[in-house]
């Protein structure tokens, strides 16, 4: 039973173009959600999060939106650059089960010159 | 670099063997998490310690166990290993235990079980 889809294994964009990411999650009780980036032989990285009293959280290039009635967030990479090149997983955690993060599949990013 | 560091950066063994993981936490950071990463999947939580207790247990198998040392490094203990116990392990720490904390993570162990 996978509380947090990530649909999309992979996404091919071109540089300097946005990159959208999705994930789809089907815990109701999920109240903090978060984007983590990661490169080959190391550890995820934090990039960017919202809270459920949110709808839109930016910094910088990277933007995470979250439509609560369709249970759905979207990271968006703008513009996108050849560094972005990663896989992002996409994690939500409940303040109901002490804030254990539960993890999407990922979906690998690539950007193309 | 994140400051979590792990040992080894590789494993190889046989089924049935039993191997221990290591993680460094952070400086300063009080809760060590443990996951499982299989091939093409997402990351499963398997422990969390704070401050040398477990505070949370995820899908962690019988197997396994974990403990965190007072110096605050913690070990995961595999053992009867089986062939889909293959998975990279990834050791992460936060600041505190209670409330979301980021996270950071170590590189990772990749467990290859032959």
């Known amino acids: 039973d996978q509380q947090v889809k990530q649909n999309s294994p992979s996404l091919s964009v071109q540089e300097g173009r946005i990159s959208i990411l999705n994930c789809d999650y089907t815990?109701?009780?999920?109240?903090?959600f978060l984007w983590y980036k990661k490169y080959p032989a190391e550890g995820p990285t934090f990039l960017i999060s919202?809270?459920?009293i949110k709808d839109k959280n930016e910094d910088g290039r990277f933007t995470v939106f979250l439509n609560k009635s369709a249970k759905h967030l979207s990271l968006h990479i703008v513009p996108s650059q050849p560094g972005d090149s990663a896989v992002y997983f996409c994690?939500?955690?409940?303040?109901?089960?002490?804030?254990?993060?539960?993890w999407g599949a990922g979906t690998k990013l690539i950007i193309k010159p | 670099d994140s400051g979590v560091t792990q040992t080894p950066k590789h494993l190889i063994t046989a089924t049935g063997q039993r191997v221990t993981l290591r993680c460094s936490p952070r400086?300063?950071?009080?809760?060590v998490y443990w996951y499982q990463q299989s091939l093409d999947q997402g990351l499963q939580f398997l422990i969390q310690?704070?401050?040398?207790?477990?505070?949370a247990k995820g899908n962690i198998l019988e197997r396994f166990s974990a403990q965190q040392f007072p110096d605050l490094h913690s070990e995961l203990n595999l053992s009867s290993l089986e062939l889909g116990d293959s998975a990279l392990y990834f050791c992460?720490?936060?600041?505190?235990?209670?409330?979301?904390?980021?996270?950071?993570f170590g590189p990772g162990t990749r467990l290859t079980v032959l």
């Open positions: 992460a720490s936060s600041a505190q235990g209670v409330g979301y904390n980021e996270q950071f």
């Open positions: 400086s300063g950071d009080l809760s």
């Open positions: 310690y704070y401050n040398g207790e477990e505070r």
């Open positions: 815990n109701s009780m999920f109240d903090y």
């Open positions: 919202i809270s459920s």
């Open positions: 994690a939500a955690s409940a303040e109901v089960s002490n804030y254990q993060l539960i």
